[in-house]
């Protein structure tokens, strides 16, 4: 039984450019949580994807957007990248008839220069 | 590899002798709580959960302990061992959202 994945592991990025991150979902699984976790701190929210849509979102500006496909895999986008934008991207997944428990993916390490 | 929690509360514990991390909360409204350890490069994994209208849960050698009166949450760790070592978050979620709010954390060190 797969877990949480996500792509890529790492990534380097320069100021202004824009980014993709992606997951998959634990099986069985169909909603998607994005979190920041910057270095030395806990994950903050950023979005949460249900049935294709953006049903939350955290304080993070419109330069972070999302996508959620039909086969319940996530992308995360942020344009315009800014050096505090460095951190660790956690992708969680939960079963919306299951209850609240999230399960995370190991994360991408995004760093811009 | 990478280090979470570069500059985290800190707790040494011998091996064999039992943990306890602390989480004060932030929300009275909060109905569902979370622990989750982290080790250096990898995403946090679950580990116990416990809701609002139980003052106690346990699992396989821990146990989450739930004050609502002082909005504090409790993780104990029975016996801890040197695989044990990780950074240790609490995390709330209140009724009519869908995020979780992380806390601080804890750097929990194993001794041999």
């Known amino acids: 039984d797969a877990g949480v994945t996500q792509s890529p592991t790492h990534l380097i990025k320069t100021r202004g450019q824009q980014v993709t991150l992606r997951c998959s979902p634990k099986?069985?699984?169909?909603?998607v949580s994005w979190y920041q976790q910057a270095l030395g701190q806990g994950p903050q929210f950023i979005f949460q994807?249900?049935?294709?849509?953006?049903?939350q979102r955290g304080n993070f500006p419109d330069r972070f957007s999302g996508h959620q496909f039909p086969n319940y895999s996530s992308e995360l986008n942020v344009n315009a990248l800014l050096l505090g934008d460095s951190a660790l991207y956690l992708c969680?997944?939960?079963?919306?008839?299951?209850?609240?428990?999230?399960?995370f993916g190991p994360g991408t390490r995004l760093t811009v220069l | 590899g990478e280090s979470v929690g570069l500059h985290l509360p800190t707790l040494s514990v011998q091996e064999g002798d039992n943990s306890i991390i602390n989480c004060a909360y932030s929300?009275?409204?909060?109905?569902?709580f979370i622990w989750y350890k982290q080790e250096s490069g990898k995403g946090p994994q679950f580990i116990i959960d416990?809701?609002?209208?139980?003052d106690k849960r346990q699992g396989q050698r821990v146990t989450v302990l739930l004050n609502k009166t002082v909005k504090h949450l409790s993780l104990q760790i029975a016996a801890t061992q040197p695989g044990d070592s990780a950074v240790y978050f609490c995390?709330?979620?209140?009724?009519?959202?869908?995020?979780?709010?992380f806390g601080t954390g804890t750097r929990l060190k194993v001794l041999a």
């Open positions: 969680a997944s939960s079963w919306e008839g299951g209850g609240d428990t999230q399960y």
């Open positions: 099986s069985g699984h169909d909603t």
């Open positions: 994807y249900y049935e294709e849509e953006e049903r």
């Open positions: 929300n009275s409204a909060s109905d569902y």
């Open positions: 416990i809701r609002s209208n139980m």
């Open positions: 995390a709330e979620k209140y009724t009519g959202t869908y995020k979780y709010i």
